[in-house]
T-cell receptor
């Protein structure tokens, strides 16, 4: 157990639907990062939050949004889902910026859009 | 901007042979470099990291990597492969400062196969 908890582990949904992925960071970590892993794109950075505020954005689609709550857990919302959104979504956490302290990854949520 | 190139999407070795997985990076700021391993249907596990201290970094499971600034490389090695090392390995970089601070940029991954 890495200390980063992601729920659900698996999600199957239909095109056009909306889902929410949840991430609880490791105790004491203030930063949360979301990544998408797919066969064709590899591991892509989506977005970072630090202590409740958005810190950095990657190639995140406008249909996707995220937030970090006061208790530091984070949610990634995916809407108007398309077949191409099927992927493994990882959450990672770090104490602050991650470079010095490292990143801890959760086990991921596997999203299948049918 | 930062980027990582992993040379070879697939590497195959015999059990007991040397493992060498190649990683080259590009960074406009001093980099922090990482190697992660991913076993099938699992998350990413940190093998080792370079954070500007010793250039030779030792990690878990007998792996080590050497930071070579002149070659912009951070290759991962293990003297003797074990069947349990079969997995996908990712090299990643983040910057020590600037707008990229905090974000990990990954290479495309190298799948290691170990033959008996």
């Amino acid at each position: 157990d890495s200390g980063v908890t992601q729920t659900p582990k698996h999600l199957i949904t239909a095109t056009g639907q909306r889902v929410t992925l949840r991430c609880s960071p490791r105790s004491g970590d203030l930063s949360v990062y979301w990544y998408q892993q797919s066969l064709d794109q590899g591991l892509q950075f989506l977005i970072q939050y630090y202590n409740g505020e958005e810190r950095a954005k990657g190639n995140i689609l406008e249909r996707f949004s995220a937030q970090q709550f006061p208790d530091l857990h984070s949610e990634l919302n995916l809407s108007s889902l398309e077949l191409g959104d099927s992927a493994l979504y990882f959450c990672a956490s770090s104490v602050r910026g991650g470079g010095t302290y490292g990143y801890t990854f959760g086990s991921g949520t596997r999203l299948t859009v049918v | 901007a930062q980027s990582v190139t992993q040379l070879g999407s697939h590497v195959s070795v015999s059990e007991g042979a040397l493992v060498l997985l190649r990683c080259n990076y590009s960074s406009s700021v001093p980099p922090y470099l990482f190697w992660y391993v991913q076993y099938p249907n699992q998350g990413l596990q940190l093998l080792l990291k370079y954070t500007s201290a010793a250039t030779l970094v030792k990690g878990i499971n007998g792996f080590e990597a050497e930071f070579k600034k002149s070659e912009t490389s951070f290759h991962l090695t293990k003297p003797s492969a074990h069947m349990s090392d079969a997995a996908e390995y990712f090299c990643a970089v983040t910057g020590a400062g600037g707008t990229s601070y905090g974000k990990l940029t990954f290479g495309q991954g190298t799948i290691l196969t170990v033959h008996p």
